[in-house]
């Protein structure tokens, strides 16, 4: 079974998998790791890899989180209660029919997309 990544690997994650992919690895090679407190880096990054997000309360790059109202995303509890309450949120999740919830996205693809 595939690793279980959660967004204390997201680093780990990107340096991994960028050996994987000749796209990102013909851009960034080794050099991904040397923007880890680029709050700016994070973010253009994540327009063009679908595996990647960013936390709209901390701005820290993310591979699993939340997803509220369908667009804004968040990378743990701490940061998305910021915003919503327990009783919000599950109202908005309503039994997984919501456009809120709880997600995976380091399976998708890292193919980087210009
Ligand atoms: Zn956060």
Redesign the pocket.
């Known amino acids: 079974m595939r690793k279980e990544y959660t967004n204390d690997d997201v680093y780990d994650f990107l340096a991994k998998e960028c050996r994987h992919s000749p796209e990102l690895w013909e851009k960034f090679g080794e050099g991904i790791l040397s923007h880890v407190k680029d709050v700016d880096f994070w973010d253009s990054l994540s327009e063009h890899l679908d595996c990647l997000r960013v ?1 709209n ?2 701005r ?1 790059p993310m591979i699993v989180g939340y997803v509220v109202n369908g667009c804004d995303t ?3 509890d701490e ?1 998305m209660h910021k915003r919503l309450s327990g009783q919000e949120y599950k109202e908005l999740y309503d039994d997984g029919n919501g456009d809120t919830y709880w997600t995976v996205w380091y399976e998708d693809s890292i193919t980087y997309k210009r």
């Open positions: 936390c309360e901390c820290k968040y990378c743990s940061c």
